[in-house]
């Protein structure tokens, strides 16, 4: 498992990172990871909390950096529900 100093610093993580995504196919064009086909990486984090933000907001900002789209909802608990038949993996 990758450690930091704790600095935000993690140009040699997203690197290494690329590099991988890179030997799976993915390449970077136009600042987005893209696959063979053109469509970016792109992934949906949601959440019942906002306690989360502290984590996830800096999370995307550093998935950004490398070109991946991750997009975060936050919905109250009336709507959340983690089992529904909708939900995709």
């Not at 959440?47 to 109250?76: C, E, Q, T």
């Amino acid at each position: 498992m990758p450690t930091t100093d704790g600095s935000g610093r993690i140009r040699a993580h997203q690197q290494t990172a690329l590099q991988l995504l890179k030997k799976a196919g993915w390449q970077v064009k136009n600042n987005q990871l893209v696959n063979k086909d053109g469509k970016q990486l792109s992934f949906e984090l949601i959440s019942n909390s906002h306690a989360m933000d502290k984590i996830i907001i800096p999370f995307k900002k550093n998935l950004a950096g490398i070109g991946i789209d991750l997009k975060y909802r936050v919905l109250d608990s009336s709507t959340y529900n983690p089992e529904s038949p909708k939900r995709r993996l």
